[in-house]
Nanobody
Framework: QLQASGGGLVHTGDSLKLSCAASGRTFSSYTITWFRQAPGKEREFVATISWSGGGTYYADSVRGRFSVSRDNAKNTVYLQMNSLKLEDTVVYYC??????????WGQGTQVTVSS
């Protein structure tokens, strides 16, 4: 089971670090992908990291501002979000699998950016 955490209320330009932790399983062999979803909109890809952490890929909307990393010893993947914008206000989800093929979804965490 995956659980995203670390969301909260911040101001534009602030930083926030999300965590995606696995319980009951080891996901060190899985690619982990972050998605986000705004109310009434489809879930969209944010970032992905390979099982080793050696490969990462970002959506154009967050590239240069967000950074994904992982600590397999802690069964945790992180999403460091810098220079947050109003449009980053959404629910963030982590999942095992790639952007095209999700294996398991985790519970989301709300990020709210205010001006």
């Amino acid at each position: 089971q995956l659980q995203a955490s670390g969301g909260g209320l911040v101001h534009t330009g602030d930083s926030l670090k999300l965590s995606c932790a696995a319980s009951g399983r080891t996901f060190s062999s899985y690619t982990i992908t972050w998605f986000r979803q705004a109310p009434g909109k489809e879930r969209e890809f944010v970032a992905t990291i390979s099982w080793s952490g050696g490969g990462t890929y970002y959506a154009d909307s967050v590239r240069g501002r967000f950074s994904v990393s992982r600590d397999n010893a802690k069964n945790t993947v992180y999403l460091q979000m810098n220079s947050l914008k109003l449009e980053d206000t959404v629910v963030y989800y982590c999942a095992t699998g790639t952007m095209d093929r999700v294996v398991d979804w985790g519970q989301g965490t709300q990020v709210t950016v205010s001006s």
